[in-house]
């Protein structure tokens, strides 16, 4: 139970997000089919709370310089990474920058790149949903591979 409870942790996180909540879970000796739904509810769970965050609380850190700059920095490099796949394929090419299991490409970055764009969020919240689904499949079967392969040599 304690390494679902860490699973679901990262999964919550920013950056680790389903990139560190699988493999912990996996590595822990989850059952894979737990560990993969486990973690990807969890990590949708994030969409919701990001939107409200920007919607209240984030305006009042506004007001602060340090959370300013640093939030502008990270709005920036956000819109930079996704404005192509947005203007070209829409709520397509959110689920296309979700999907890919790298850091800074996960729900909250998709999240926070939709409320920038000005995107409808129930549209934004399927869309990024379906993201971390496909992602979280990708993070299971690239431990599962890496583990299988690495059986084979030791």
């Not at 506004?62 to 956000?78: A, N």
């Not at 709520?91 to 926070?112: D, H, N, Q, S």
């Not at 949903?129 to 890496?146: C, F, H, W």
């Amino acid at each position: 139970m304690e390494a679902i409870i860490n699973a679901i942790i990262l999964s919550l996180l920013p950056i680790a997000e389903l990139r560190g909540g699988i493999p912990l879970a996996l590595a822990s000796g989850v059952n894979p089919v737990t560990a993969y739904f486990v973690c990807v509810i969890a990590n949708i769970f994030v969409i919701p709370l990001v939107f409200i965050f920007l919607g209240t609380l984030h305006r009042i850190f506004m007001i602060i310089p340090i959370y300013k700059r640093t939030f502008e920095k990270f709005l920036e490099r956000t819109r930079k990474k996704v404005r192509k796949k947005i203007e070209k394929y829409g709520y397509i090419g959110l689920t296309l920058f979700v999907t890919i299991p790298l850091p800074i490409t996960g729900a909250y970055t998709g999240t926070l790149a939709a409320w920038f764009f000005g995107m409808k969020k129930l549209k934004s919240f399927l869309a990024i949903s379906l993201g971390v689904v496909i992602a979280g499949l990708i993070v299971t079967a690239a431990y599962l591979t890496g583990a299988q392969a690495l059986s084979w040599v030791l």
